[in-house]
C-alpha cells in the first residue's frame, strides 16, 4: 500500500469530485481505497483514476463506500429515547418553533426518525427538517424513502403499521413523514453552514475524521446553533472538552449550546 500514490488520488479527488480526502483518518481510508481499487481491476491510483473519469457506475460506488453509509431507524434506542425526552423538555418549553439539521443523512433513516418524533410530539417546524450529505446518489435513494427489515429494527411495530407502507419486500415512508424533510447536497468539511438550528444531530461521522477537522466541524456547529439549541452525537463521540466548542453536556452524546 506504501508503494501508491496517495497525493496524487487525494488531489484528483479534490479537483474531480469535489471531497477532501485530507480531512480523514489516513490509514483507515487508504486502506479502504486500496481495497475499492483492486475491486474495479486497478494496480495503481493513476489506473483507478482514469477509470473512475470514464465510468459512472465505478464513480458512484467509490463515493459511497469512501463517505461510508451506514445507518438504521433509532440508532442506539436508548440515546434516541433520551434525545426525544429532550426534545420535549428541554426545547419545546423554550421556543414555540424548532429548526432541524440532519447531517450526514446517509439513506434518509435518520432525518425521517426525528419527522416522525415531530409528528408524535405535535412539535411545530419552522421549515421542513434539513437532511443533508456530501453523496448525492444516497440522496437520490434518500428522497424515495424505501428501506430494508434490518433498517427499522428498532422501529415499533405500531409505527411500522403507522408511518410505513410495506411492498416487495421494501418498507416506504408515507407521504406525510417524507414531507417533513428536505434532502440537500452538503459537505461538512468545505461547506458552508446555515444558521439558526434548534437542533444539530451529526451522528457517527466525525470518527471518520482528523481532529483538527473535528474541532472544526464543531465549532461550526455550535455557530450554527441558536443559544440553548442542542447538538446530538454518535454513541462512539464523545466531546472531552465540550466548553471549548461553546457546549454544554446535558445527557450522554448530548450538547447544549450555551453563551
Not at 479502504?32 to 470514464?54: C, D, F, H, N, P
Amino acid at each position: 500500500m506504501s508503494t501508491l500514490n496517495f497525493d496524487f488520488f487525494y488531489e484528483w479527488v479534490l479537483s474531480n469530485l469535489k471531497i477532501n480526502l485530507n480531512a480523514y483518518k489516513e490509514k483507515q481510508l487508504q486502506r479502504r481505497i486500496g481495497t475499492i481499487m483492486k475491486q474495479a481491476g486497478a494496480t495503481t491510483l493513476e489506473e483507478y483514476a482514469t477509470i473512475l473519469s470514464v465510468d459512472e457506475t465505478l464513480k458512484k460506488q467509490f463515493l459511497d463506500y469512501i463517505t461510508i453509509n451506514v445507518t438504521e431507524f433509532f440508532r442506539n434506542k436508548d440515546l434516541f429515547d433520551n434525545f426525544e425526552l429532550m426534545i420535549n423538555t428541554h426545547l419545546s418549553t423554550k421556543f414555540d418553533s424548532l429548526k432541524i439539521w440532519s447531517a450526514a443523512c446517509s439513506i434518509g433513516a435518520e432525518p425521517y426518525s426525528l419527522a416522525m418524533i415531530v409528528k408524535k410530539n405535535n412539535i411545530k417546524l419552522q421549515q421542513k427538517i434539513i437532511a443533508t450529505d456530501i453523496d448525492l446518489t444516497i440522496l437520490e435513494r434518500a428522497k424515495k424513502g424505501y428501506f430494508k427489515e434490518n433498517e427499522l429494527k428498532n422501529v415499533s411495530l405500531v409505527d411500522k403499521d403507522t408511518y410505513f407502507d410495506f411492498k416487495d419486500g421494501y418498507y416506504t415512508i408515507q407521504s406525510d413523514i417524507k414531507s417533513k424533510v428536505q434532502f440537500k447536497q452538503h459537505d461538512l468539511v468545505q461547506g458552508r453552514y446555515e444558521q439558526n438550528f434548534h437542533v444539530i444531530v451529526c451522528r457517527n461521522v466525525t470518527i471518520y475524521f482528523k481532529n483538527d477537522i473535528k474541532d472544526k466541524i464543531y465549532l461550526k456547529m455550535a455557530d450554527s446553533l441558536v443559544t440553548g439549541g442542542l447538538l446530538f452525537t454518535g454513541a462512539t463521540e464523545t466531546i472531552y472538552q465540550p466548553e471549548k466548542y461553546g457546549f454544554k453536556k446535558i445527557a450522554s452524546f448530548i450538547y447544549e449550546k450555551v453563551e
